[in-house]
């Protein structure tokens, strides 16, 4: 997906604040699923989605 200049911590400090908006009280299948927690961290860090038939089952069903 591409790179980032983050250090170590800075990558760590990054991933934990981002999980805290994903909880086991906030999961749902189709629309918040750790294909989103990955998007978003790609978006984030390199500006790209991830590709779209990633999560393209999960909405088929």
């Known amino acids: 997906m591409g ?5 170590r911590a800075e ?3 990054f991933i934990e604040n ?3 908006k994903y ?3 906030t999961y749902h ?3 918040k ?4 927690f990955t998007d978003d961290v790609c ?3 390199t500006k ?6 990633v999560n393209r089952l999960a909405r088929v069903g």
């Open 23 to 25: 909880n086991g009280n």
């Open 33 to 36: 699923n750790c294909n989103h």
């Open 11 to 13: 990558f760590r400090s």
């Open 48 to 53: 790209k989605s991830i590709p779209g038939w």
């Open 3 to 7: 790179t980032t200049d983050l250090s």
């Open 29 to 31: 299948l189709i629309s």
């Open 43 to 45: 978006k984030s860090l």
């Open 18 to 20: 981002l999980a805290g």
